[in-house]
């Protein structure tokens, strides 16, 4: 073990301020005025560097996750809560999507304090860093790594705080420089190399470094590059010799988790920086300059006041005990693994990016997290998340105590994903306040986002989608072309009309082909407005036990079939206390419609007391799709069951009920909702108790939807 000190073995200085709150500066002016607590600004501070979160740029493009920041110095001292800068602020704070509240720091530049730490420390391994108590100032722009081309490191920073500019913490992330990617032959799942389709391109590969393999390209530009498909590898040995017969061979230290095809197809055109890939592609990513990808960190007790967005990437990041301020946080990308461990962040909004093979937070407080579906397996084990959570990595699970959603009636988790799709989903032990399995941000309007419908942009036939090369350069296409994976025909008259799972995607000419499992052209229409949408599955695995919060999660917890798809079982029970329950989730072939009348209606009315549980313009005939209404009606003086299956019929009729015929198979499309006799404002002692259950099975169960091929 190495022990150094950032101030007394690095000259790092420890005068920095930093609040965050309503600060005031306009566009063309250097004015900034500080909110009431924040009145620290002194005389002495002249001269100093200075941080505006947001506000800096080139006054047209605010930039993602929190912008540009205006990194300038204190030109002149007014008060205690204003002062004049160098330089003017490119924004006005809370307007023109500048958020009213924003993180200023100012202070002495630390940077050459943690250049000279990172200078001494490279490449090596069990190194421990003091950072003392007190606020630590960063100020030169883009900041690659605090803790950059260091191997092993544990940083101790009990009572500090790193507020400023845009940094990083960890290794270095991907680069481009032209010659750093190369196509491989198709391999399998488990395999401990590759072949590059050009051998010559091994010498873009080093022994002893790391590269990323990768498959199935899902976003037009962007960074990193973002791929469905991942594997980290070390590589072990690489075959250069002109003259061997495996000349071209890249082999790895451990096998690959999945498989990767060389027909896949190359969606996106290479850039003189970053190939965004599609076919099997390995990309070399150690890079002297920020680092190497084989970076094992461990933070503790480190506070970050921060106003945009910041990556935390490499291949082992642990942080413990550490506070996030502002609105968005770090975000860990390209890792193999990040640990969150008691971290908090309650007013920040962070997200896991691309490229993390396993990302586990466990305890800690936060305000909302987003995911991509390029991490790949995430564990969130009694965490606090007072919003909500958008999106769904591959493979999530929530346990042990976390709280979603606490904060706001329209808060919780959004299954499914913008780029790629959701595998599986587990919550147990948990509190839960909104949950949205609907697809609802999944749908694939048409080759952009203009909503001219699939059948109109693409052709099908033969099980066969074309989608021509023009709809490419939208963004839109690459985000749901993945082999193995189901999505649903939607038609917004109908519904979910049909499902069909993606069996292979190729380039052919101009054209992209998608073979899928469904026969023929697409599902019969009419259409509403002559349009055919398609839905990502929000979670085609899906497995909710001991579960509290909203009616939808208690549901599911109490009745899902373990490892089953979302929206394919529903069972509630209700009483005279409402008249329209909500719509829940429903989508699939009908099986079972169980209606027990528990307790009869036993109150003052003379009148018939039904319900309706139904499926109202939310089904169709398999036969021709078209729309059959199922809403029966059930007296609800009489106790029994009322059952519906395909085998049996209606059964447990009795006078007063009102059981539709369904002579043939049917899909539910959307969701079923329940309706009664309003007996609201009777006593409550006279109510019914009945409990209203449906079955639908969407041909599958308990798979892994992963790309495998011979």
Known sequence: MVATNLVTDHSAVADG???????????????????????????????????VGNVGGDG????????????????????????????????????????????V???????????????????????????????????????????????????????????????TIGAGGQYGAGSRHAKTATVLAGATSVTLLTPSEVSRFT???????????????????????????????????????????????????????????????????????????????????????????????????????????????????????????????????????????????MEVDKYVTNFNMTGGDWGGIGNQSGNENSVYDGVTVHFSIVGTGKNTIYRNGCSIGAAHPDAGITLGTDYGAVNSITISDSEVFGLDTTCQGTRIVGGGNSNTGVNNDFSMSGGVITIPDSFVSAGYVTKWLLPGHRLFWYDTGRGAIGQFRIIDITKVG??????????????????????????????PIATFSNVTGCDQVVDLSANHVAGDPVNTRTKRQYTGSIVTSEYIPMEGLLQEINISVIEAYDGASGGPITASPGF?????????????????????????????????????????????????????????????????????????????EVIVDQGFRSRTFTCTFT
């Open 207 to 349: 022994v002893g470094q790391y590269a990323l393999m990768t498959g199935i390209s899902l976003q037009y530009g962007g960074y990193p590059t973002n791929h469905y498909y991942h594997d980290w590898v070390l590589v072990s040995a690489i075959d250069s010799d002109t003259g061997s017969p495996t000349y071209g061979k890249v082999t790895f230290a451990t096998p690959l988790a999945h498989g990767y095809k060389s027909t896949w197809p190359e969606i996106i055109p290479w850039t003189a920086d970053l190939h965004y890939g599609g076919p099997a592609m390995l990309y070399a990513w150690d890079n002297t300059t920020n680092g190497s990808f084989d970076h094992t960190l461990i933070v503790n007790n480190l506070t970050i006041a921060h106003h945009a967005q910041y990556k935390i990437h490499g291949k082992s990041i642990t942080l413990n005990n550490c506070v996030f301020k502002g609105d968005y946080g770090p975000y860990p990308t390209m890792s193999h693994t990040t640990n969150m461990n008691n971290c908090s962040g309650t007013t920040c909004h």
């Open 17 to 51: 301020h930093w609040h965050y709150g309503a600060w005031a500066i306009t566009a063309g002016d250097n004015l900034l005025t500080a909110p009431a607590a924040a009145d620290d600004f002194t005389a002495g501070h002249v001269g100093k560097s200075i941080v």
């Open 105 to 167: 720091s100012w202070g002495t530049n630390n940077e050459a304090a943690f250049d000279d730490f990172n200078t001494d420390f490279a490449g090596q391994t069990g190194v421990v860093l003091t950072i003392p108590a007190g606020i630590y100032h960063m100020a030169s722009g883009n900041y690659a790594g605090l803790f950059k081309g260091v191997k092993g490191l544990t940083v101790e920073a009990a009572g500090a705080t790193i507020a400023g500019e845009t940094f």
């Open 510 to 539: 101009s054209n992209i082909l998608v073979t899928t499992d469904w026969p023929g052209t697409w599902p019969a229409g009419p259409y509403a407005s002559g349009k055919l949408w398609m839905a990502r599955h929000a979670a």
């Open 616 to 692: 109202p313009n939310l089904a169709v005939k398999v036969s021709d799709l078209t729309p059959i209404n199922i809403e029966p009606t059930i007296n609800l003086r009489t106790t029994g069951l009322r059952r519906w299956t395909a085998a049996t019929g209606w059964t447990g009729g009795v006078t007063g009920d009102t059981l539709p015929a369904i002579s043939e198979p049917v899909r539910i499309t959307g969701s079923t909702r329940m309706t009664m006799v309003d007996i609201s404002g009777e006593s409550s002692g006279g109510w019914p108790t009945f409990t209203h």
């Open 60 to 103: 047209v493009n605010l930039g993602p996750q929190g912008g540009t920041p205006l990194i300038t110095t204190i030109l002149t001292f007014i008060s205690a809560t204003q002062v004049r800068l160098a330089i003017n602020a490119a924004f006005t704070v809370g307007a023109g999507g500048v958020p009213a509240n924003i993180i």
